[in-house]
């Protein structure tokens, strides 16, 4: 029952979450906890920690079971922020009424992303300007399903039939991938684009069988021996790094930059700091298409770690090593019905 965070002095780790991950490594037939640099506290649970057991436990997974991020190469004739955002699908409304769900995006950190590779720092297929999607979602209500089912019956505790939630998991797993790939699709058509299949899809809420054990991820992504794409903000870099975690690491990596504030924070200190206006144009230029004028103080880029600082920790324990980094050019959170209007006024999507 031990637990390591693989996190730098000059890191920024919550008490709480490593008091979270102490709490799960005293669940019975757990073994050990890794505590990624990006790890926060979660419901229940940490985010950003791999977790192995002789026990499945789902509520180590969460509800959003496969979510995760994929990279689409994405090939436009030419890129104008201010013509482009105002273009995106309204990704809330679901492609087929038969299939609950399907091509819909989600809340909280969700998000599509067009960026920019700004840097090449390894040998890849992508070149310095050439355009990427990033899209972050899961299983939408499917997973949340699956969870529900366990938890209405046994809580917190472990599933009575494990190799009954691992069908319905994977199930879930192959639905979020489908998803991204539909969202990706969506967003193509709706700005004339050329996509193809993703360079990387990995997912970070899961749970495998690893040599005889049960290996939770929440909030972490497999880190042996593939590509992984490790989110900023909407208003940083984020880092494709090529991913090389051993044992110690549950054989994973962070996801993603990790909050630093709870959404309730991040509400209050945003209204005090921030306008709307330039929560919609980020420090580095980007644009941000969200209706929701709440999400946007909840996903400012001020409410999260800096990432210099994870991929920093992830590189001086070996975990992984940097390949290229991308640059925002407009990220989608949610639908913001009124921004052609505003568009033909101010020149620009607010």
Not at 27 to 51: F, S, Y
Request: glycine share 12%; aromatic share 4%.
């Amino acid at each position: 029952m031990s637990v390591t965070v693989f996190a730098g002095e000059s890191s920024w780790i919550e008490s709480t979450a490593v008091a979270q991950c102490h709490q799960v490594a005293a669940l019975d037939g757990m073994i050990h906890v890794a505590g990624m640099p990006d790890l926060h506290p979660g419901k229940g649970a940490p985010i950003g920690a791999a977790m192995t057991s002789r026990v499945l436990y789902p509520f180590l997974v969460g509800s959003d079971i496969g979510c995760g991020i994929a990279v689409f190469p994405f090939r436009l004739k030419k890129v104008v922020p201010e013509r482009l955002a105002p273009r995106f699908p309204d990704l809330d409304e679901p492609v087929d009424s038969t299939d609950e769900g399907l091509g819909t995006l989600g809340r909280g950190n969700h998000f599509v992303e067009l960026a920019k590779v700004d840097a090449v720092l390894a040998e890849t297929g992508l070149g310095v300007g050439e355009h990427v999607l990033i899209v972050h979602s899961g299983s939408r209500g499917l997973g949340e399903r699956i969870l529900r089912a366990h938890t209405e019956t046994h809580g917190a505790g472990p599933a009575a039939d494990p190799a009954g939630y691992l069908e319905a998991h994977d199930s879930a797993v192959r639905w979020a991938s489908r998803n991204r790939r539909t969202l990706a699709a969506r967003v193509a058509e709706a700005l004339g684009a050329e996509v193809t299949e993703p360079i990387i899809d990995v997912c970070h809420n899961s749970v495998e069988v690893r040599d005889g054990l049960y290996l939770h991820r929440k909030g972490a992504a497999p880190g042996d021996g593939r590509e992984v794409l490790i989110a900023g903000t909407r208003g940083t870099r984020s880092y494709l790094v090529a991913a090389h975690a051993g044992a110690d690491a549950g054989y994973s990596v962070a996801h993603g930059a990790g909050r630093k504030m709870s959404r309730a924070d991040a509400l209050r200190r945003g209204k005090a700091k921030h306008t709307i206006e330039q929560l919609r144009r980020t420090p580095v230029g980007s644009l941000v298409v969200c209706g929701d004028r709440q999400l946007l103080f909840e996903e400012a880029p001020t409410a999260y770690k800096r990432i210099e600082q994870v991929i920093e920790d992830l590189v001086t324990f070996g975990l992984a090593t940097p390949v290229l980094t991308t640059v925002p050019v407009i990220t989608y959170k949610t639908a913001d019905r009124h921004a052609s209007h505003r568009g033909s006024r101010a020149g620009r999507p607010r």
